[in-house]
């Protein structure tokens, strides 16, 4: 009996294999090998262009949210710090002006709680994917029905003549300064980062977009160097046109973004860099002049660890904060308002803060005179000398507020004409290297198909 071998059955291959089996064999002849380097270019030079769209209209992005949403929201929250203080410190003046308070005041405060009121709206809105943001705006939302009632009490205590309004402002003033100010001065401090984040997003460079542009060129310049040597031939049309489009991509891609870098980093040194100053030397005239006000209401019950007079100690650091220690030298040069000098890039943005600088001089001799007329006995002149209408500190306060309202107008416009300019560098380059890279490819294709049709 004889046995028979069985064949084992044929393993069955997968169209994957069988299509590299015949790209194998397709590229050894040279019909083949131009076939998938025309692929390859093609891809390539796609590649460039979708990444350069990618990339640019990120950055584009970004720098839109530098103009249009994160700068804007640090000046709301920094207008919103200016409202909260302002408003205590109007509530104080209001308060040692004694029984009814002139109406000008009273509109002062309401319209300061109204314009706080509508900038934590606005900033609830808009505060979404921002943790450290939302946590102080519910703080504020909460602690500020809580200080206008005690405001209110203070009031109406004083309206009766009763010393226990002095206790009721002095607390309202503690809740002011210990919440809702720091809870105010870190929302401007979390917006103030988001703009920075969103100005690292825009000014980054777009390597790997620059990274597909020099290789996509490499590989054109690579297959027209092989044309050449195997025809003889210089110029390729379609390889040439490929070349011109990727030169024109890269060229507009590093000039385009170049632009857009060197206006937003101006934006940032002639605008929001100054802006940022100017609001901090706001923010301490503002706390200056509040505890110009409460040093006459506490008369004397509130002292520091060294038997100072708390609030007479907390004017003269902010005085010392905002214009140094003295006229001049590096004291005053590395004060708020000496800083906001030396970034100021023309005499427009200067003149202001020269001028709220002079005012803070006359401020300082003033309340010198108020705090002998004080210490002296004559508690009358020395309130006249602080809350009166002409003479007082609180004009050259106001004085001083208005030299930085203009300052910061002046900076808010070279921030914007110089962010505007950046931006509008990136406009159209997203469509445009889409647009080329098209053109690219096709002729890098058609470059390849004039090669292919000598061999049929």
């Not at 920075?196 to 060129?217: I, Q, R, S």
């Not at 390889?239 to 870098?261: D, E, F, I, K, P």
């Not at 500190?393 to 309202?405: H, I, K, N, P, Y």
Request: aromatic share 6%; charged share 20%.
């Amino acid at each position: 009996m004889s046995t028979s071998s069985v064949s084992p059955p044929a393993v069955r291959r997968t169209a994957w294999a069988e299509g590299l089996d015949e790209l194998r064999a397709a590229a050894t002849t040279e019909p083949g090998r131009l076939r998938v380097i025309g692929a390859v270019l093609a891809l390539l030079v796609v590649l460039f262009g979708a990444v350069t769209a990618w990339q640019v209209s990120n950055r584009a992005a970004a720098a839109d949210d530098v103009v249009e949403h994160s700068q804007p929201l640090t000046a709301d929250a920094a207008n919103l710090y200016r409202s909260l203080a302002d408003a205590d410190t109007t509530a104080a003046a209001g308060f040692l002006a004694g029984g009814e308070e002139s109406r000008a005041t009273r509109e002062r405060y309401t319209a300061d709680i109204a314009t706080a009121s509508a900038l934590l709206v606005k900033a609830s809105a808009n505060s979404a994917g921002s943790d450290g943001a939302g946590a102080q705006i519910t703080k504020l939302n909460g602690g500020l029905p809580r200080y206008t009632g005690l405001v209110e009490t203070a009031r109406a205590n004083n309206r009766q003549g009763l010393p226990l309004g002095g206790a009721y402002l002095r607390y309202a003033h503690e809740r002011m300064r210990t919440e809702l100010l720091p809870a105010a001065r870190a929302l401007y401090d979390a917006e103030t980062e988001r703009l920075a984040a969103d100005y690292a997003t825009a000014k980054a460079w777009p390597w790997w977009a620059l990274a597909a542009g020099v290789v996509a060129l490499g590989a054109l310049g690579w297959a027209q160097r092989r044309n050449y040597r195997r025809t003889h031939r210089v110029f390729n049309r379609g390889l040439l046109a490929a070349t011109a489009a990727c030169l024109v991509l890269l060229g507009w891609l590093v000039a385009g973004h170049t632009v857009a870098r060197g206006g937003l980093t101006g934006s940032y040194e002639h605008g929001a860099r100054s802006l940022r100053v100017l609001n901090e030397a706001r923010i301490a005239a503002l706390r200056a002049r509040g505890d110009e006000n409460l040093t006459l209401v506490a008369r004397g019950a509130v002292l520091t660890g060294g038997q100072q007079d708390f609030y007479e100690a907390g004017f003269r650091s902010g005085m010392t904060e905002l214009a140094g220690a003295g006229d001049q030298g590096a004291a005053a040069a590395r004060s708020r308002l000496g800083a906001a000098l030396a970034l100021a890039d023309d005499e427009a943005g200067r003149a202001p803060v020269r001028a709220a600088l002079t005012q803070v001089r006359e401020w300082q001799a003033r309340h010198a005179e108020a705090r002998a007329a004080d210490d002296g006995g004559d508690f009358d002149r020395a309130l006249a000398t602080v809350i009166g209408a002409k003479g007082s500190t609180g004009e050259s306060f106001d004085r001083v507020a208005a030299g930085l309202q203009r300052a910061l107008v002046h900076e808010q416009g070279e921030f914007r004409s110089a962010a505007d300019g950046g931006r509008a560098a990136l406009d159209g380059l997203p469509v445009g290297a889409g647009v080329l890279a098209g053109l690219g490819a096709l002729g890098a294709v058609l470059g390849i198909g004039r090669r292919l049709a000598e061999y049929r």
